[in-house]
């Protein structure tokens, strides 16, 4: 398994990339909704990666919302 190891993201640099309050992460996170997350020790942290990836299925879903 190849695993790129790359700069890991906090809450904050996450909230403000999506420009949303930490809080709505922490809300989606307890939800199961949002960009996938990991957990290092008890601090949480994302990957750039996962977080784009969510950024493209919510494009994904517009257009299908949009194509009716």
């Not at 190891?5 to 309050?21: F, G, Q, Y």
């Amino acid at each position: 398994m190849d695993i790129n190891i790359e700069k890991l993201l906090t809450p904050t640099e996450v909230a403000e990339i999506l420009s949303v309050p930490e809080n709505t992460l922490a809300a989606w996170r307890t939800r199961r909704q949002g960009p996938l997350f990991i957990r290092v020790g008890i601090h949480v942290r994302y990957r750039r990666v996962d977080i784009e990836a969510w950024m493209a299925y919510l494009v994904d879903q517009g257009h299908h919302w949009m194509a009716g």
